[in-house]
Structures are given as structure tokens and as C-alpha cells.
């Protein structure tokens, strides 16, 4: 039962909250990672570049958004190029401001640095679910604010922000159509009414931050306005149907083939009309026209049919998207560089534990900031 009203939530945000209970009795593995520390901030790449040693070892109990894939990739920190930030801890104005859509408007937040009229600007988008402008989902205890906490360190380096409160969230509650109705594309329309009002306030020097599925819809936002440079932060790098296949590998045979195939029939573009019950709430037939239309994306082939520059950002600590998601997206594009952030979770929190509810209790943690070298790659990439 709460499994299905979880799902009922959000057309995207149900896909995540739902593996994670079907799978949470499951067994798999986890990835420990050992690598060389360098003797300053453990939390800053610095440089130094060593390949880090992997090793499985059994888990019992974890999320299946927290298993990892049986293959064995090597991990490399990248060199970071560049020096530390200074601590400019610029003055900023916060405004509220909102956009017309149909139906309703979208509530979004420009930080602006003072006294910087040509200031560049990053629309951050969040990723999927009830996940608010700030970062915090509706679905979780607490918050954990790690999309204002980034707004605020750009601000602080001069670099104004905009973030916003997707349709059917917070603010923008009122903003939501029927469920039957929704496509991925609505996502970058979206998008792409905040772009043009942040042009039609004189901003010329843009870049789109996607965070998780935020990230995809950068990427196809990227295809259709003039951006200055584009930012992945913890996005995927394969269709979401690879994903999910992989994600629902570990539930029991029967219901893993059965999902097989309602994956095999929604990327060909083919409803299901009864889903098996267990696997209603993922594939009922009110999101299946979401779902199909998402599936025909590919991040990698958008970020490869990109000219302007991209940043790539991925914590190791991430228990949601794995780092060769990253490695696929780098792969694809000349013009993307690259950067595994140790200790870095999904979120942009430090996590040194390999305990998952460690990693997992960031979530509800405002007081956990976001670690300085995602700051530091960011800057460096739109200065």
C-alpha cells in the first residue's frame, strides 16, 4: 500500500521513490572505494591524481537505487585545474518572481550578486519529483537545502542564480495538468519561459545547471537557446529505461521479466493497458505517456550534439547515479570536461561512511553545507 501511494505522488518523482520500495528487503552489493588522500582539505581535489582501488562486498537491506553495477570500471580523480576560491563573500539581492504558463505561473528566486549590473547568471534546475527550488523533496523528512546552499555560494562569487519551483511544487502548485497530459518536453518548455525571461532582464552570459533528471532537461534545453555553457551536476548518461532495467534487476524473476518486457514495449512506443499489480504504481497507464516520451531521450547523444562548453560534476558517494553515467556523458561530448568530486554525494553533502543511512541522512540535514569543490569547479568553469 505504500508502495502505490508513494508512487501516486509525482509523474517522475513515483519512478524513483518506487524502486526504492520495491527493492528495500533486497540483497546486492555496494561500492567501498580506497584512494590516496591528499594531506590538505579532504574535501578539495587539489592536486593530485591516483586511481582509486575498488572493491565489492556484500550488502543486505539497501535500496536498489543504492546497488551498483557488477561492472568494474576504474575511477580517477580528476587534476583540478585551477586555484582555490577566494573568500569574496560578495552582498546579494534575493527577488521573487514568477512566469505565465498554462495552467497558472511558475514561482522562481534570482540571486543577483550587488553592485555587478553584467553579472553571468546559472538557471538551476531540480531534479525529478516534488523537489522544490531549494532542493528539498516533499517526499523527505526535513531539508536538506542544497540547491539554495549552491545559489549562495554563486552569489557570494559573483555569479547571480535562478532557481524555480517546478509545476505542481511548492509555489508553483497551481501550475498542473493532468497527469495523462504530461510529456518529458513540458519540462524544457518550462525552462526555456525562464530562459527568455532571464534574457528579457538583460542577462547575456547564461548557463543551465541540471541537477539529477534536472540534468536531461538541460541538455534538451540546450539544443534550442543560445547558452554560454551547460552544467550536469549527478545526471545520468543513459536512457532512463537502461537505468531502470538495471534497477529493477534484483527484484524476484517473475516480476523482473515482466518488467523487462513493459520497458521493451514503452520504448517502442506501445501502452500497456493492465499492468501487473505489483508493478502498477511504476507503470500505470496514466504515466505511460510520460514515460515514452522520456524514453526516446538519450543524454549522451544530446551533450554530443553540443558545441558550447560543459561541465560535468559527480560525487563517488553518489547512491543514485554512478559515475560512469558521467563517464558516458564525458565520453560524447569534446567539449565537456570532467570532474569526480571524492566524498560527494547526490546531493553535494560530503560523506566519508560507506552506511548508506549515513548518506541517506543528509538529506534531512540543512546544517550539512555543500562541499567547496563543487563551488570551486563551477566558478572556475563560468569565470
Known amino acids: 500500500m505504500l508502495l502505490i501511494a508513494l508512487g501516486s505522488i509525482d509523474q517522475s518523482g513515483s519512478i524513483e521513490v518506487t524502486i526504492m520500495m520495491l527493492n528495500e528487503l533486497r540483497n546486492g552489493s555496494t561500492l567501498h572505494i580506497d584512494r590516496f588522500k591528499p594531506p590538505s582539505d579532504p574535501e578539495c581535489p587539489g592536486d593530485f591524481a591516483d586511481p582509486a582501488k575498488l572493491r565489492f562486498t556484500p550488502s543486505i537491506g539497501l535500496p536498489l537505487s543504492m546497488q ?22 560578495l552582498a546579494y539581492k534575493a527577488d521573487t518572481t514568477s512566469v505565465s504558463v498554462y495552467p497558472g505561473r511558475l514561482y522562481g528566486t534570482l540571486f543577483h550578486p550587488n553592485n555587478l ?57 497551481k501550475a498542473i495538468q493532468r497527469e495523462e497530459s504530461l510529456v518529458f518536453e513540458q519540462n524544457s518548455a518550462d525552462a526555456r519561459v525562464w530562459l527568455q525571461w532571464l534574457f528579457e532582464k538583460g542577462y547575456r552570459r547564461i548557463y543551465v545547471a541540471g541537477h539529477s533528471e534536472g540534468s536531461l532537461v538541460a541538455l534538451q534545453v540546450a ?36 518488467a523487462n518486457e513493459y520497458l521493451d514495449s514503452l520504448s517502442a512506443g506501445k501502452r500497456i493497458a493492465q499492468p501487473a499489480l505489483p508493478l502498477l504504481s511504476l507503470f ?44 558516458r556523458l564525458a565520453n560524447a561530448s569534446p567539449k565537456a570536461n570532467l570532474h569526480v568530486i571524492p566524498t560527494m554525494n547526490h546531493i553535494f553533502k560530503a560523506v566519508v561512511s560507506d552506511n548508506p543511512q549515513e548518506n541517506l541522512s543528509t538529506y534531512s540535514d540543512p546544517s550539512k553545507p555543500v562541499m567547496p569543490a563543487l563551488i570551486q569547479y563551477l566558478v572556475a568553469f563560468i569565470r
Open 68 to 89: 551498483i553495477s557488477t561492472r568494474v570500471y576504474a575511477l580517477f580523480i580528476v587534476l583540478f585545474a585551477g586555484t582555490q576560491l577566494q573568500a569574496q563573500n
Open 117 to 173: 549590473e553584467e553579472a553571468p547568471v546559472v538557471l538551476i534546475i531540480a531534479g525529478s519529483g516534488p523537489t522544490d527550488r531549494d532542493g528539498n523533496s516533499a517526499l523527505l523528512p526535513g531539508k536538506n537545502n542544497s540547491l539554495l546552499q549552491l545559489a549562495e555560494a554563486l552569489a557570494q562569487q559573483g555569479i547571480a542564480s535562478l532557481r524555480y519551483d517546478k509545476r505542481g511544487v511548492a509555489q508553483s502548485a
Open 223 to 258: 539544443q534550442h537557446f543560445p547558452l554560454s555553457g551547460l552544467i550536469s551536476l549527478a545526471g545520468a548518461g543513459r536512457p532512463i529505461q537502461e537505468v531502470l532495467r538495471e534497477q529493477l534487476s534484483n527484484l524476484p524473476a517473475n516480476l523482473k521479466n515482466t
Open 284 to 327: 500505470r497507464p496514466s504515466v505511460q505517456g510520460y514515460m515514452i516520451s522520456w524514453m526516446q531521450l538519450d543524454p549522451a547523444k544530446l551533450i554530443a550534439s553540443l558545441t558550447i562548453p560543459s561541465l560535468i560534476l559527480q560525487g563517488d558517494k553518489d547512491l543514485q547515479v554512478q559515475v560512469i553515467d558521467a563517464e
